[in-house]
């Protein structure tokens, strides 16, 4: 029982820190006039390196290693809780 409560709660703190991330990602892409690549969400949150004069022209918001460290705990989280219903299905 105390595993599924921490493995909910590690899961729900990854959802909540990518979501987050998405969500402001995608308000802030609105504004972006400017970005390299396919998809103006993604360069919103991961950014590029920028070479020579380009650095005044930033315009993301470098938020890459939180939105994977949110996405790595949810994952743990959906593992704790999978291994703990399946020790309990196997009972």
């Known amino acids: 029982m105390k595993r599924t409560i921490?493995?909910?709660f590690i899961m729900l703190g990854g959802l909540l820190v990518t979501?987050?991330?998405i969500l402001s990602g995608s308000i802030y892409a609105?504004?972006?006039t400017a970005w390299s690549g396919k998809s103006k969400l993604w360069y919103a949150i991961f950014g590029?390196?920028?070479?020579g004069e380009e650095v005044e022209a930033i315009q993301s918001l470098f938020?890459?290693?939180p939105f994977i460290i949110g996405v790595l705990l949810t994952i743990l989280g959906l593992t704790i809780l999978g291994y703990e219903y399946y020790k309990t299905f196997k009972q």
């Open 48 to 51: 590029e390196k920028q070479y």
């Open 19 to 21: 979501l987050a991330i």
């Open 6 to 8: 921490i493995g909910g």
């Open 30 to 32: 609105t504004s972006i």
């Open 63 to 65: 938020l890459g290693f």
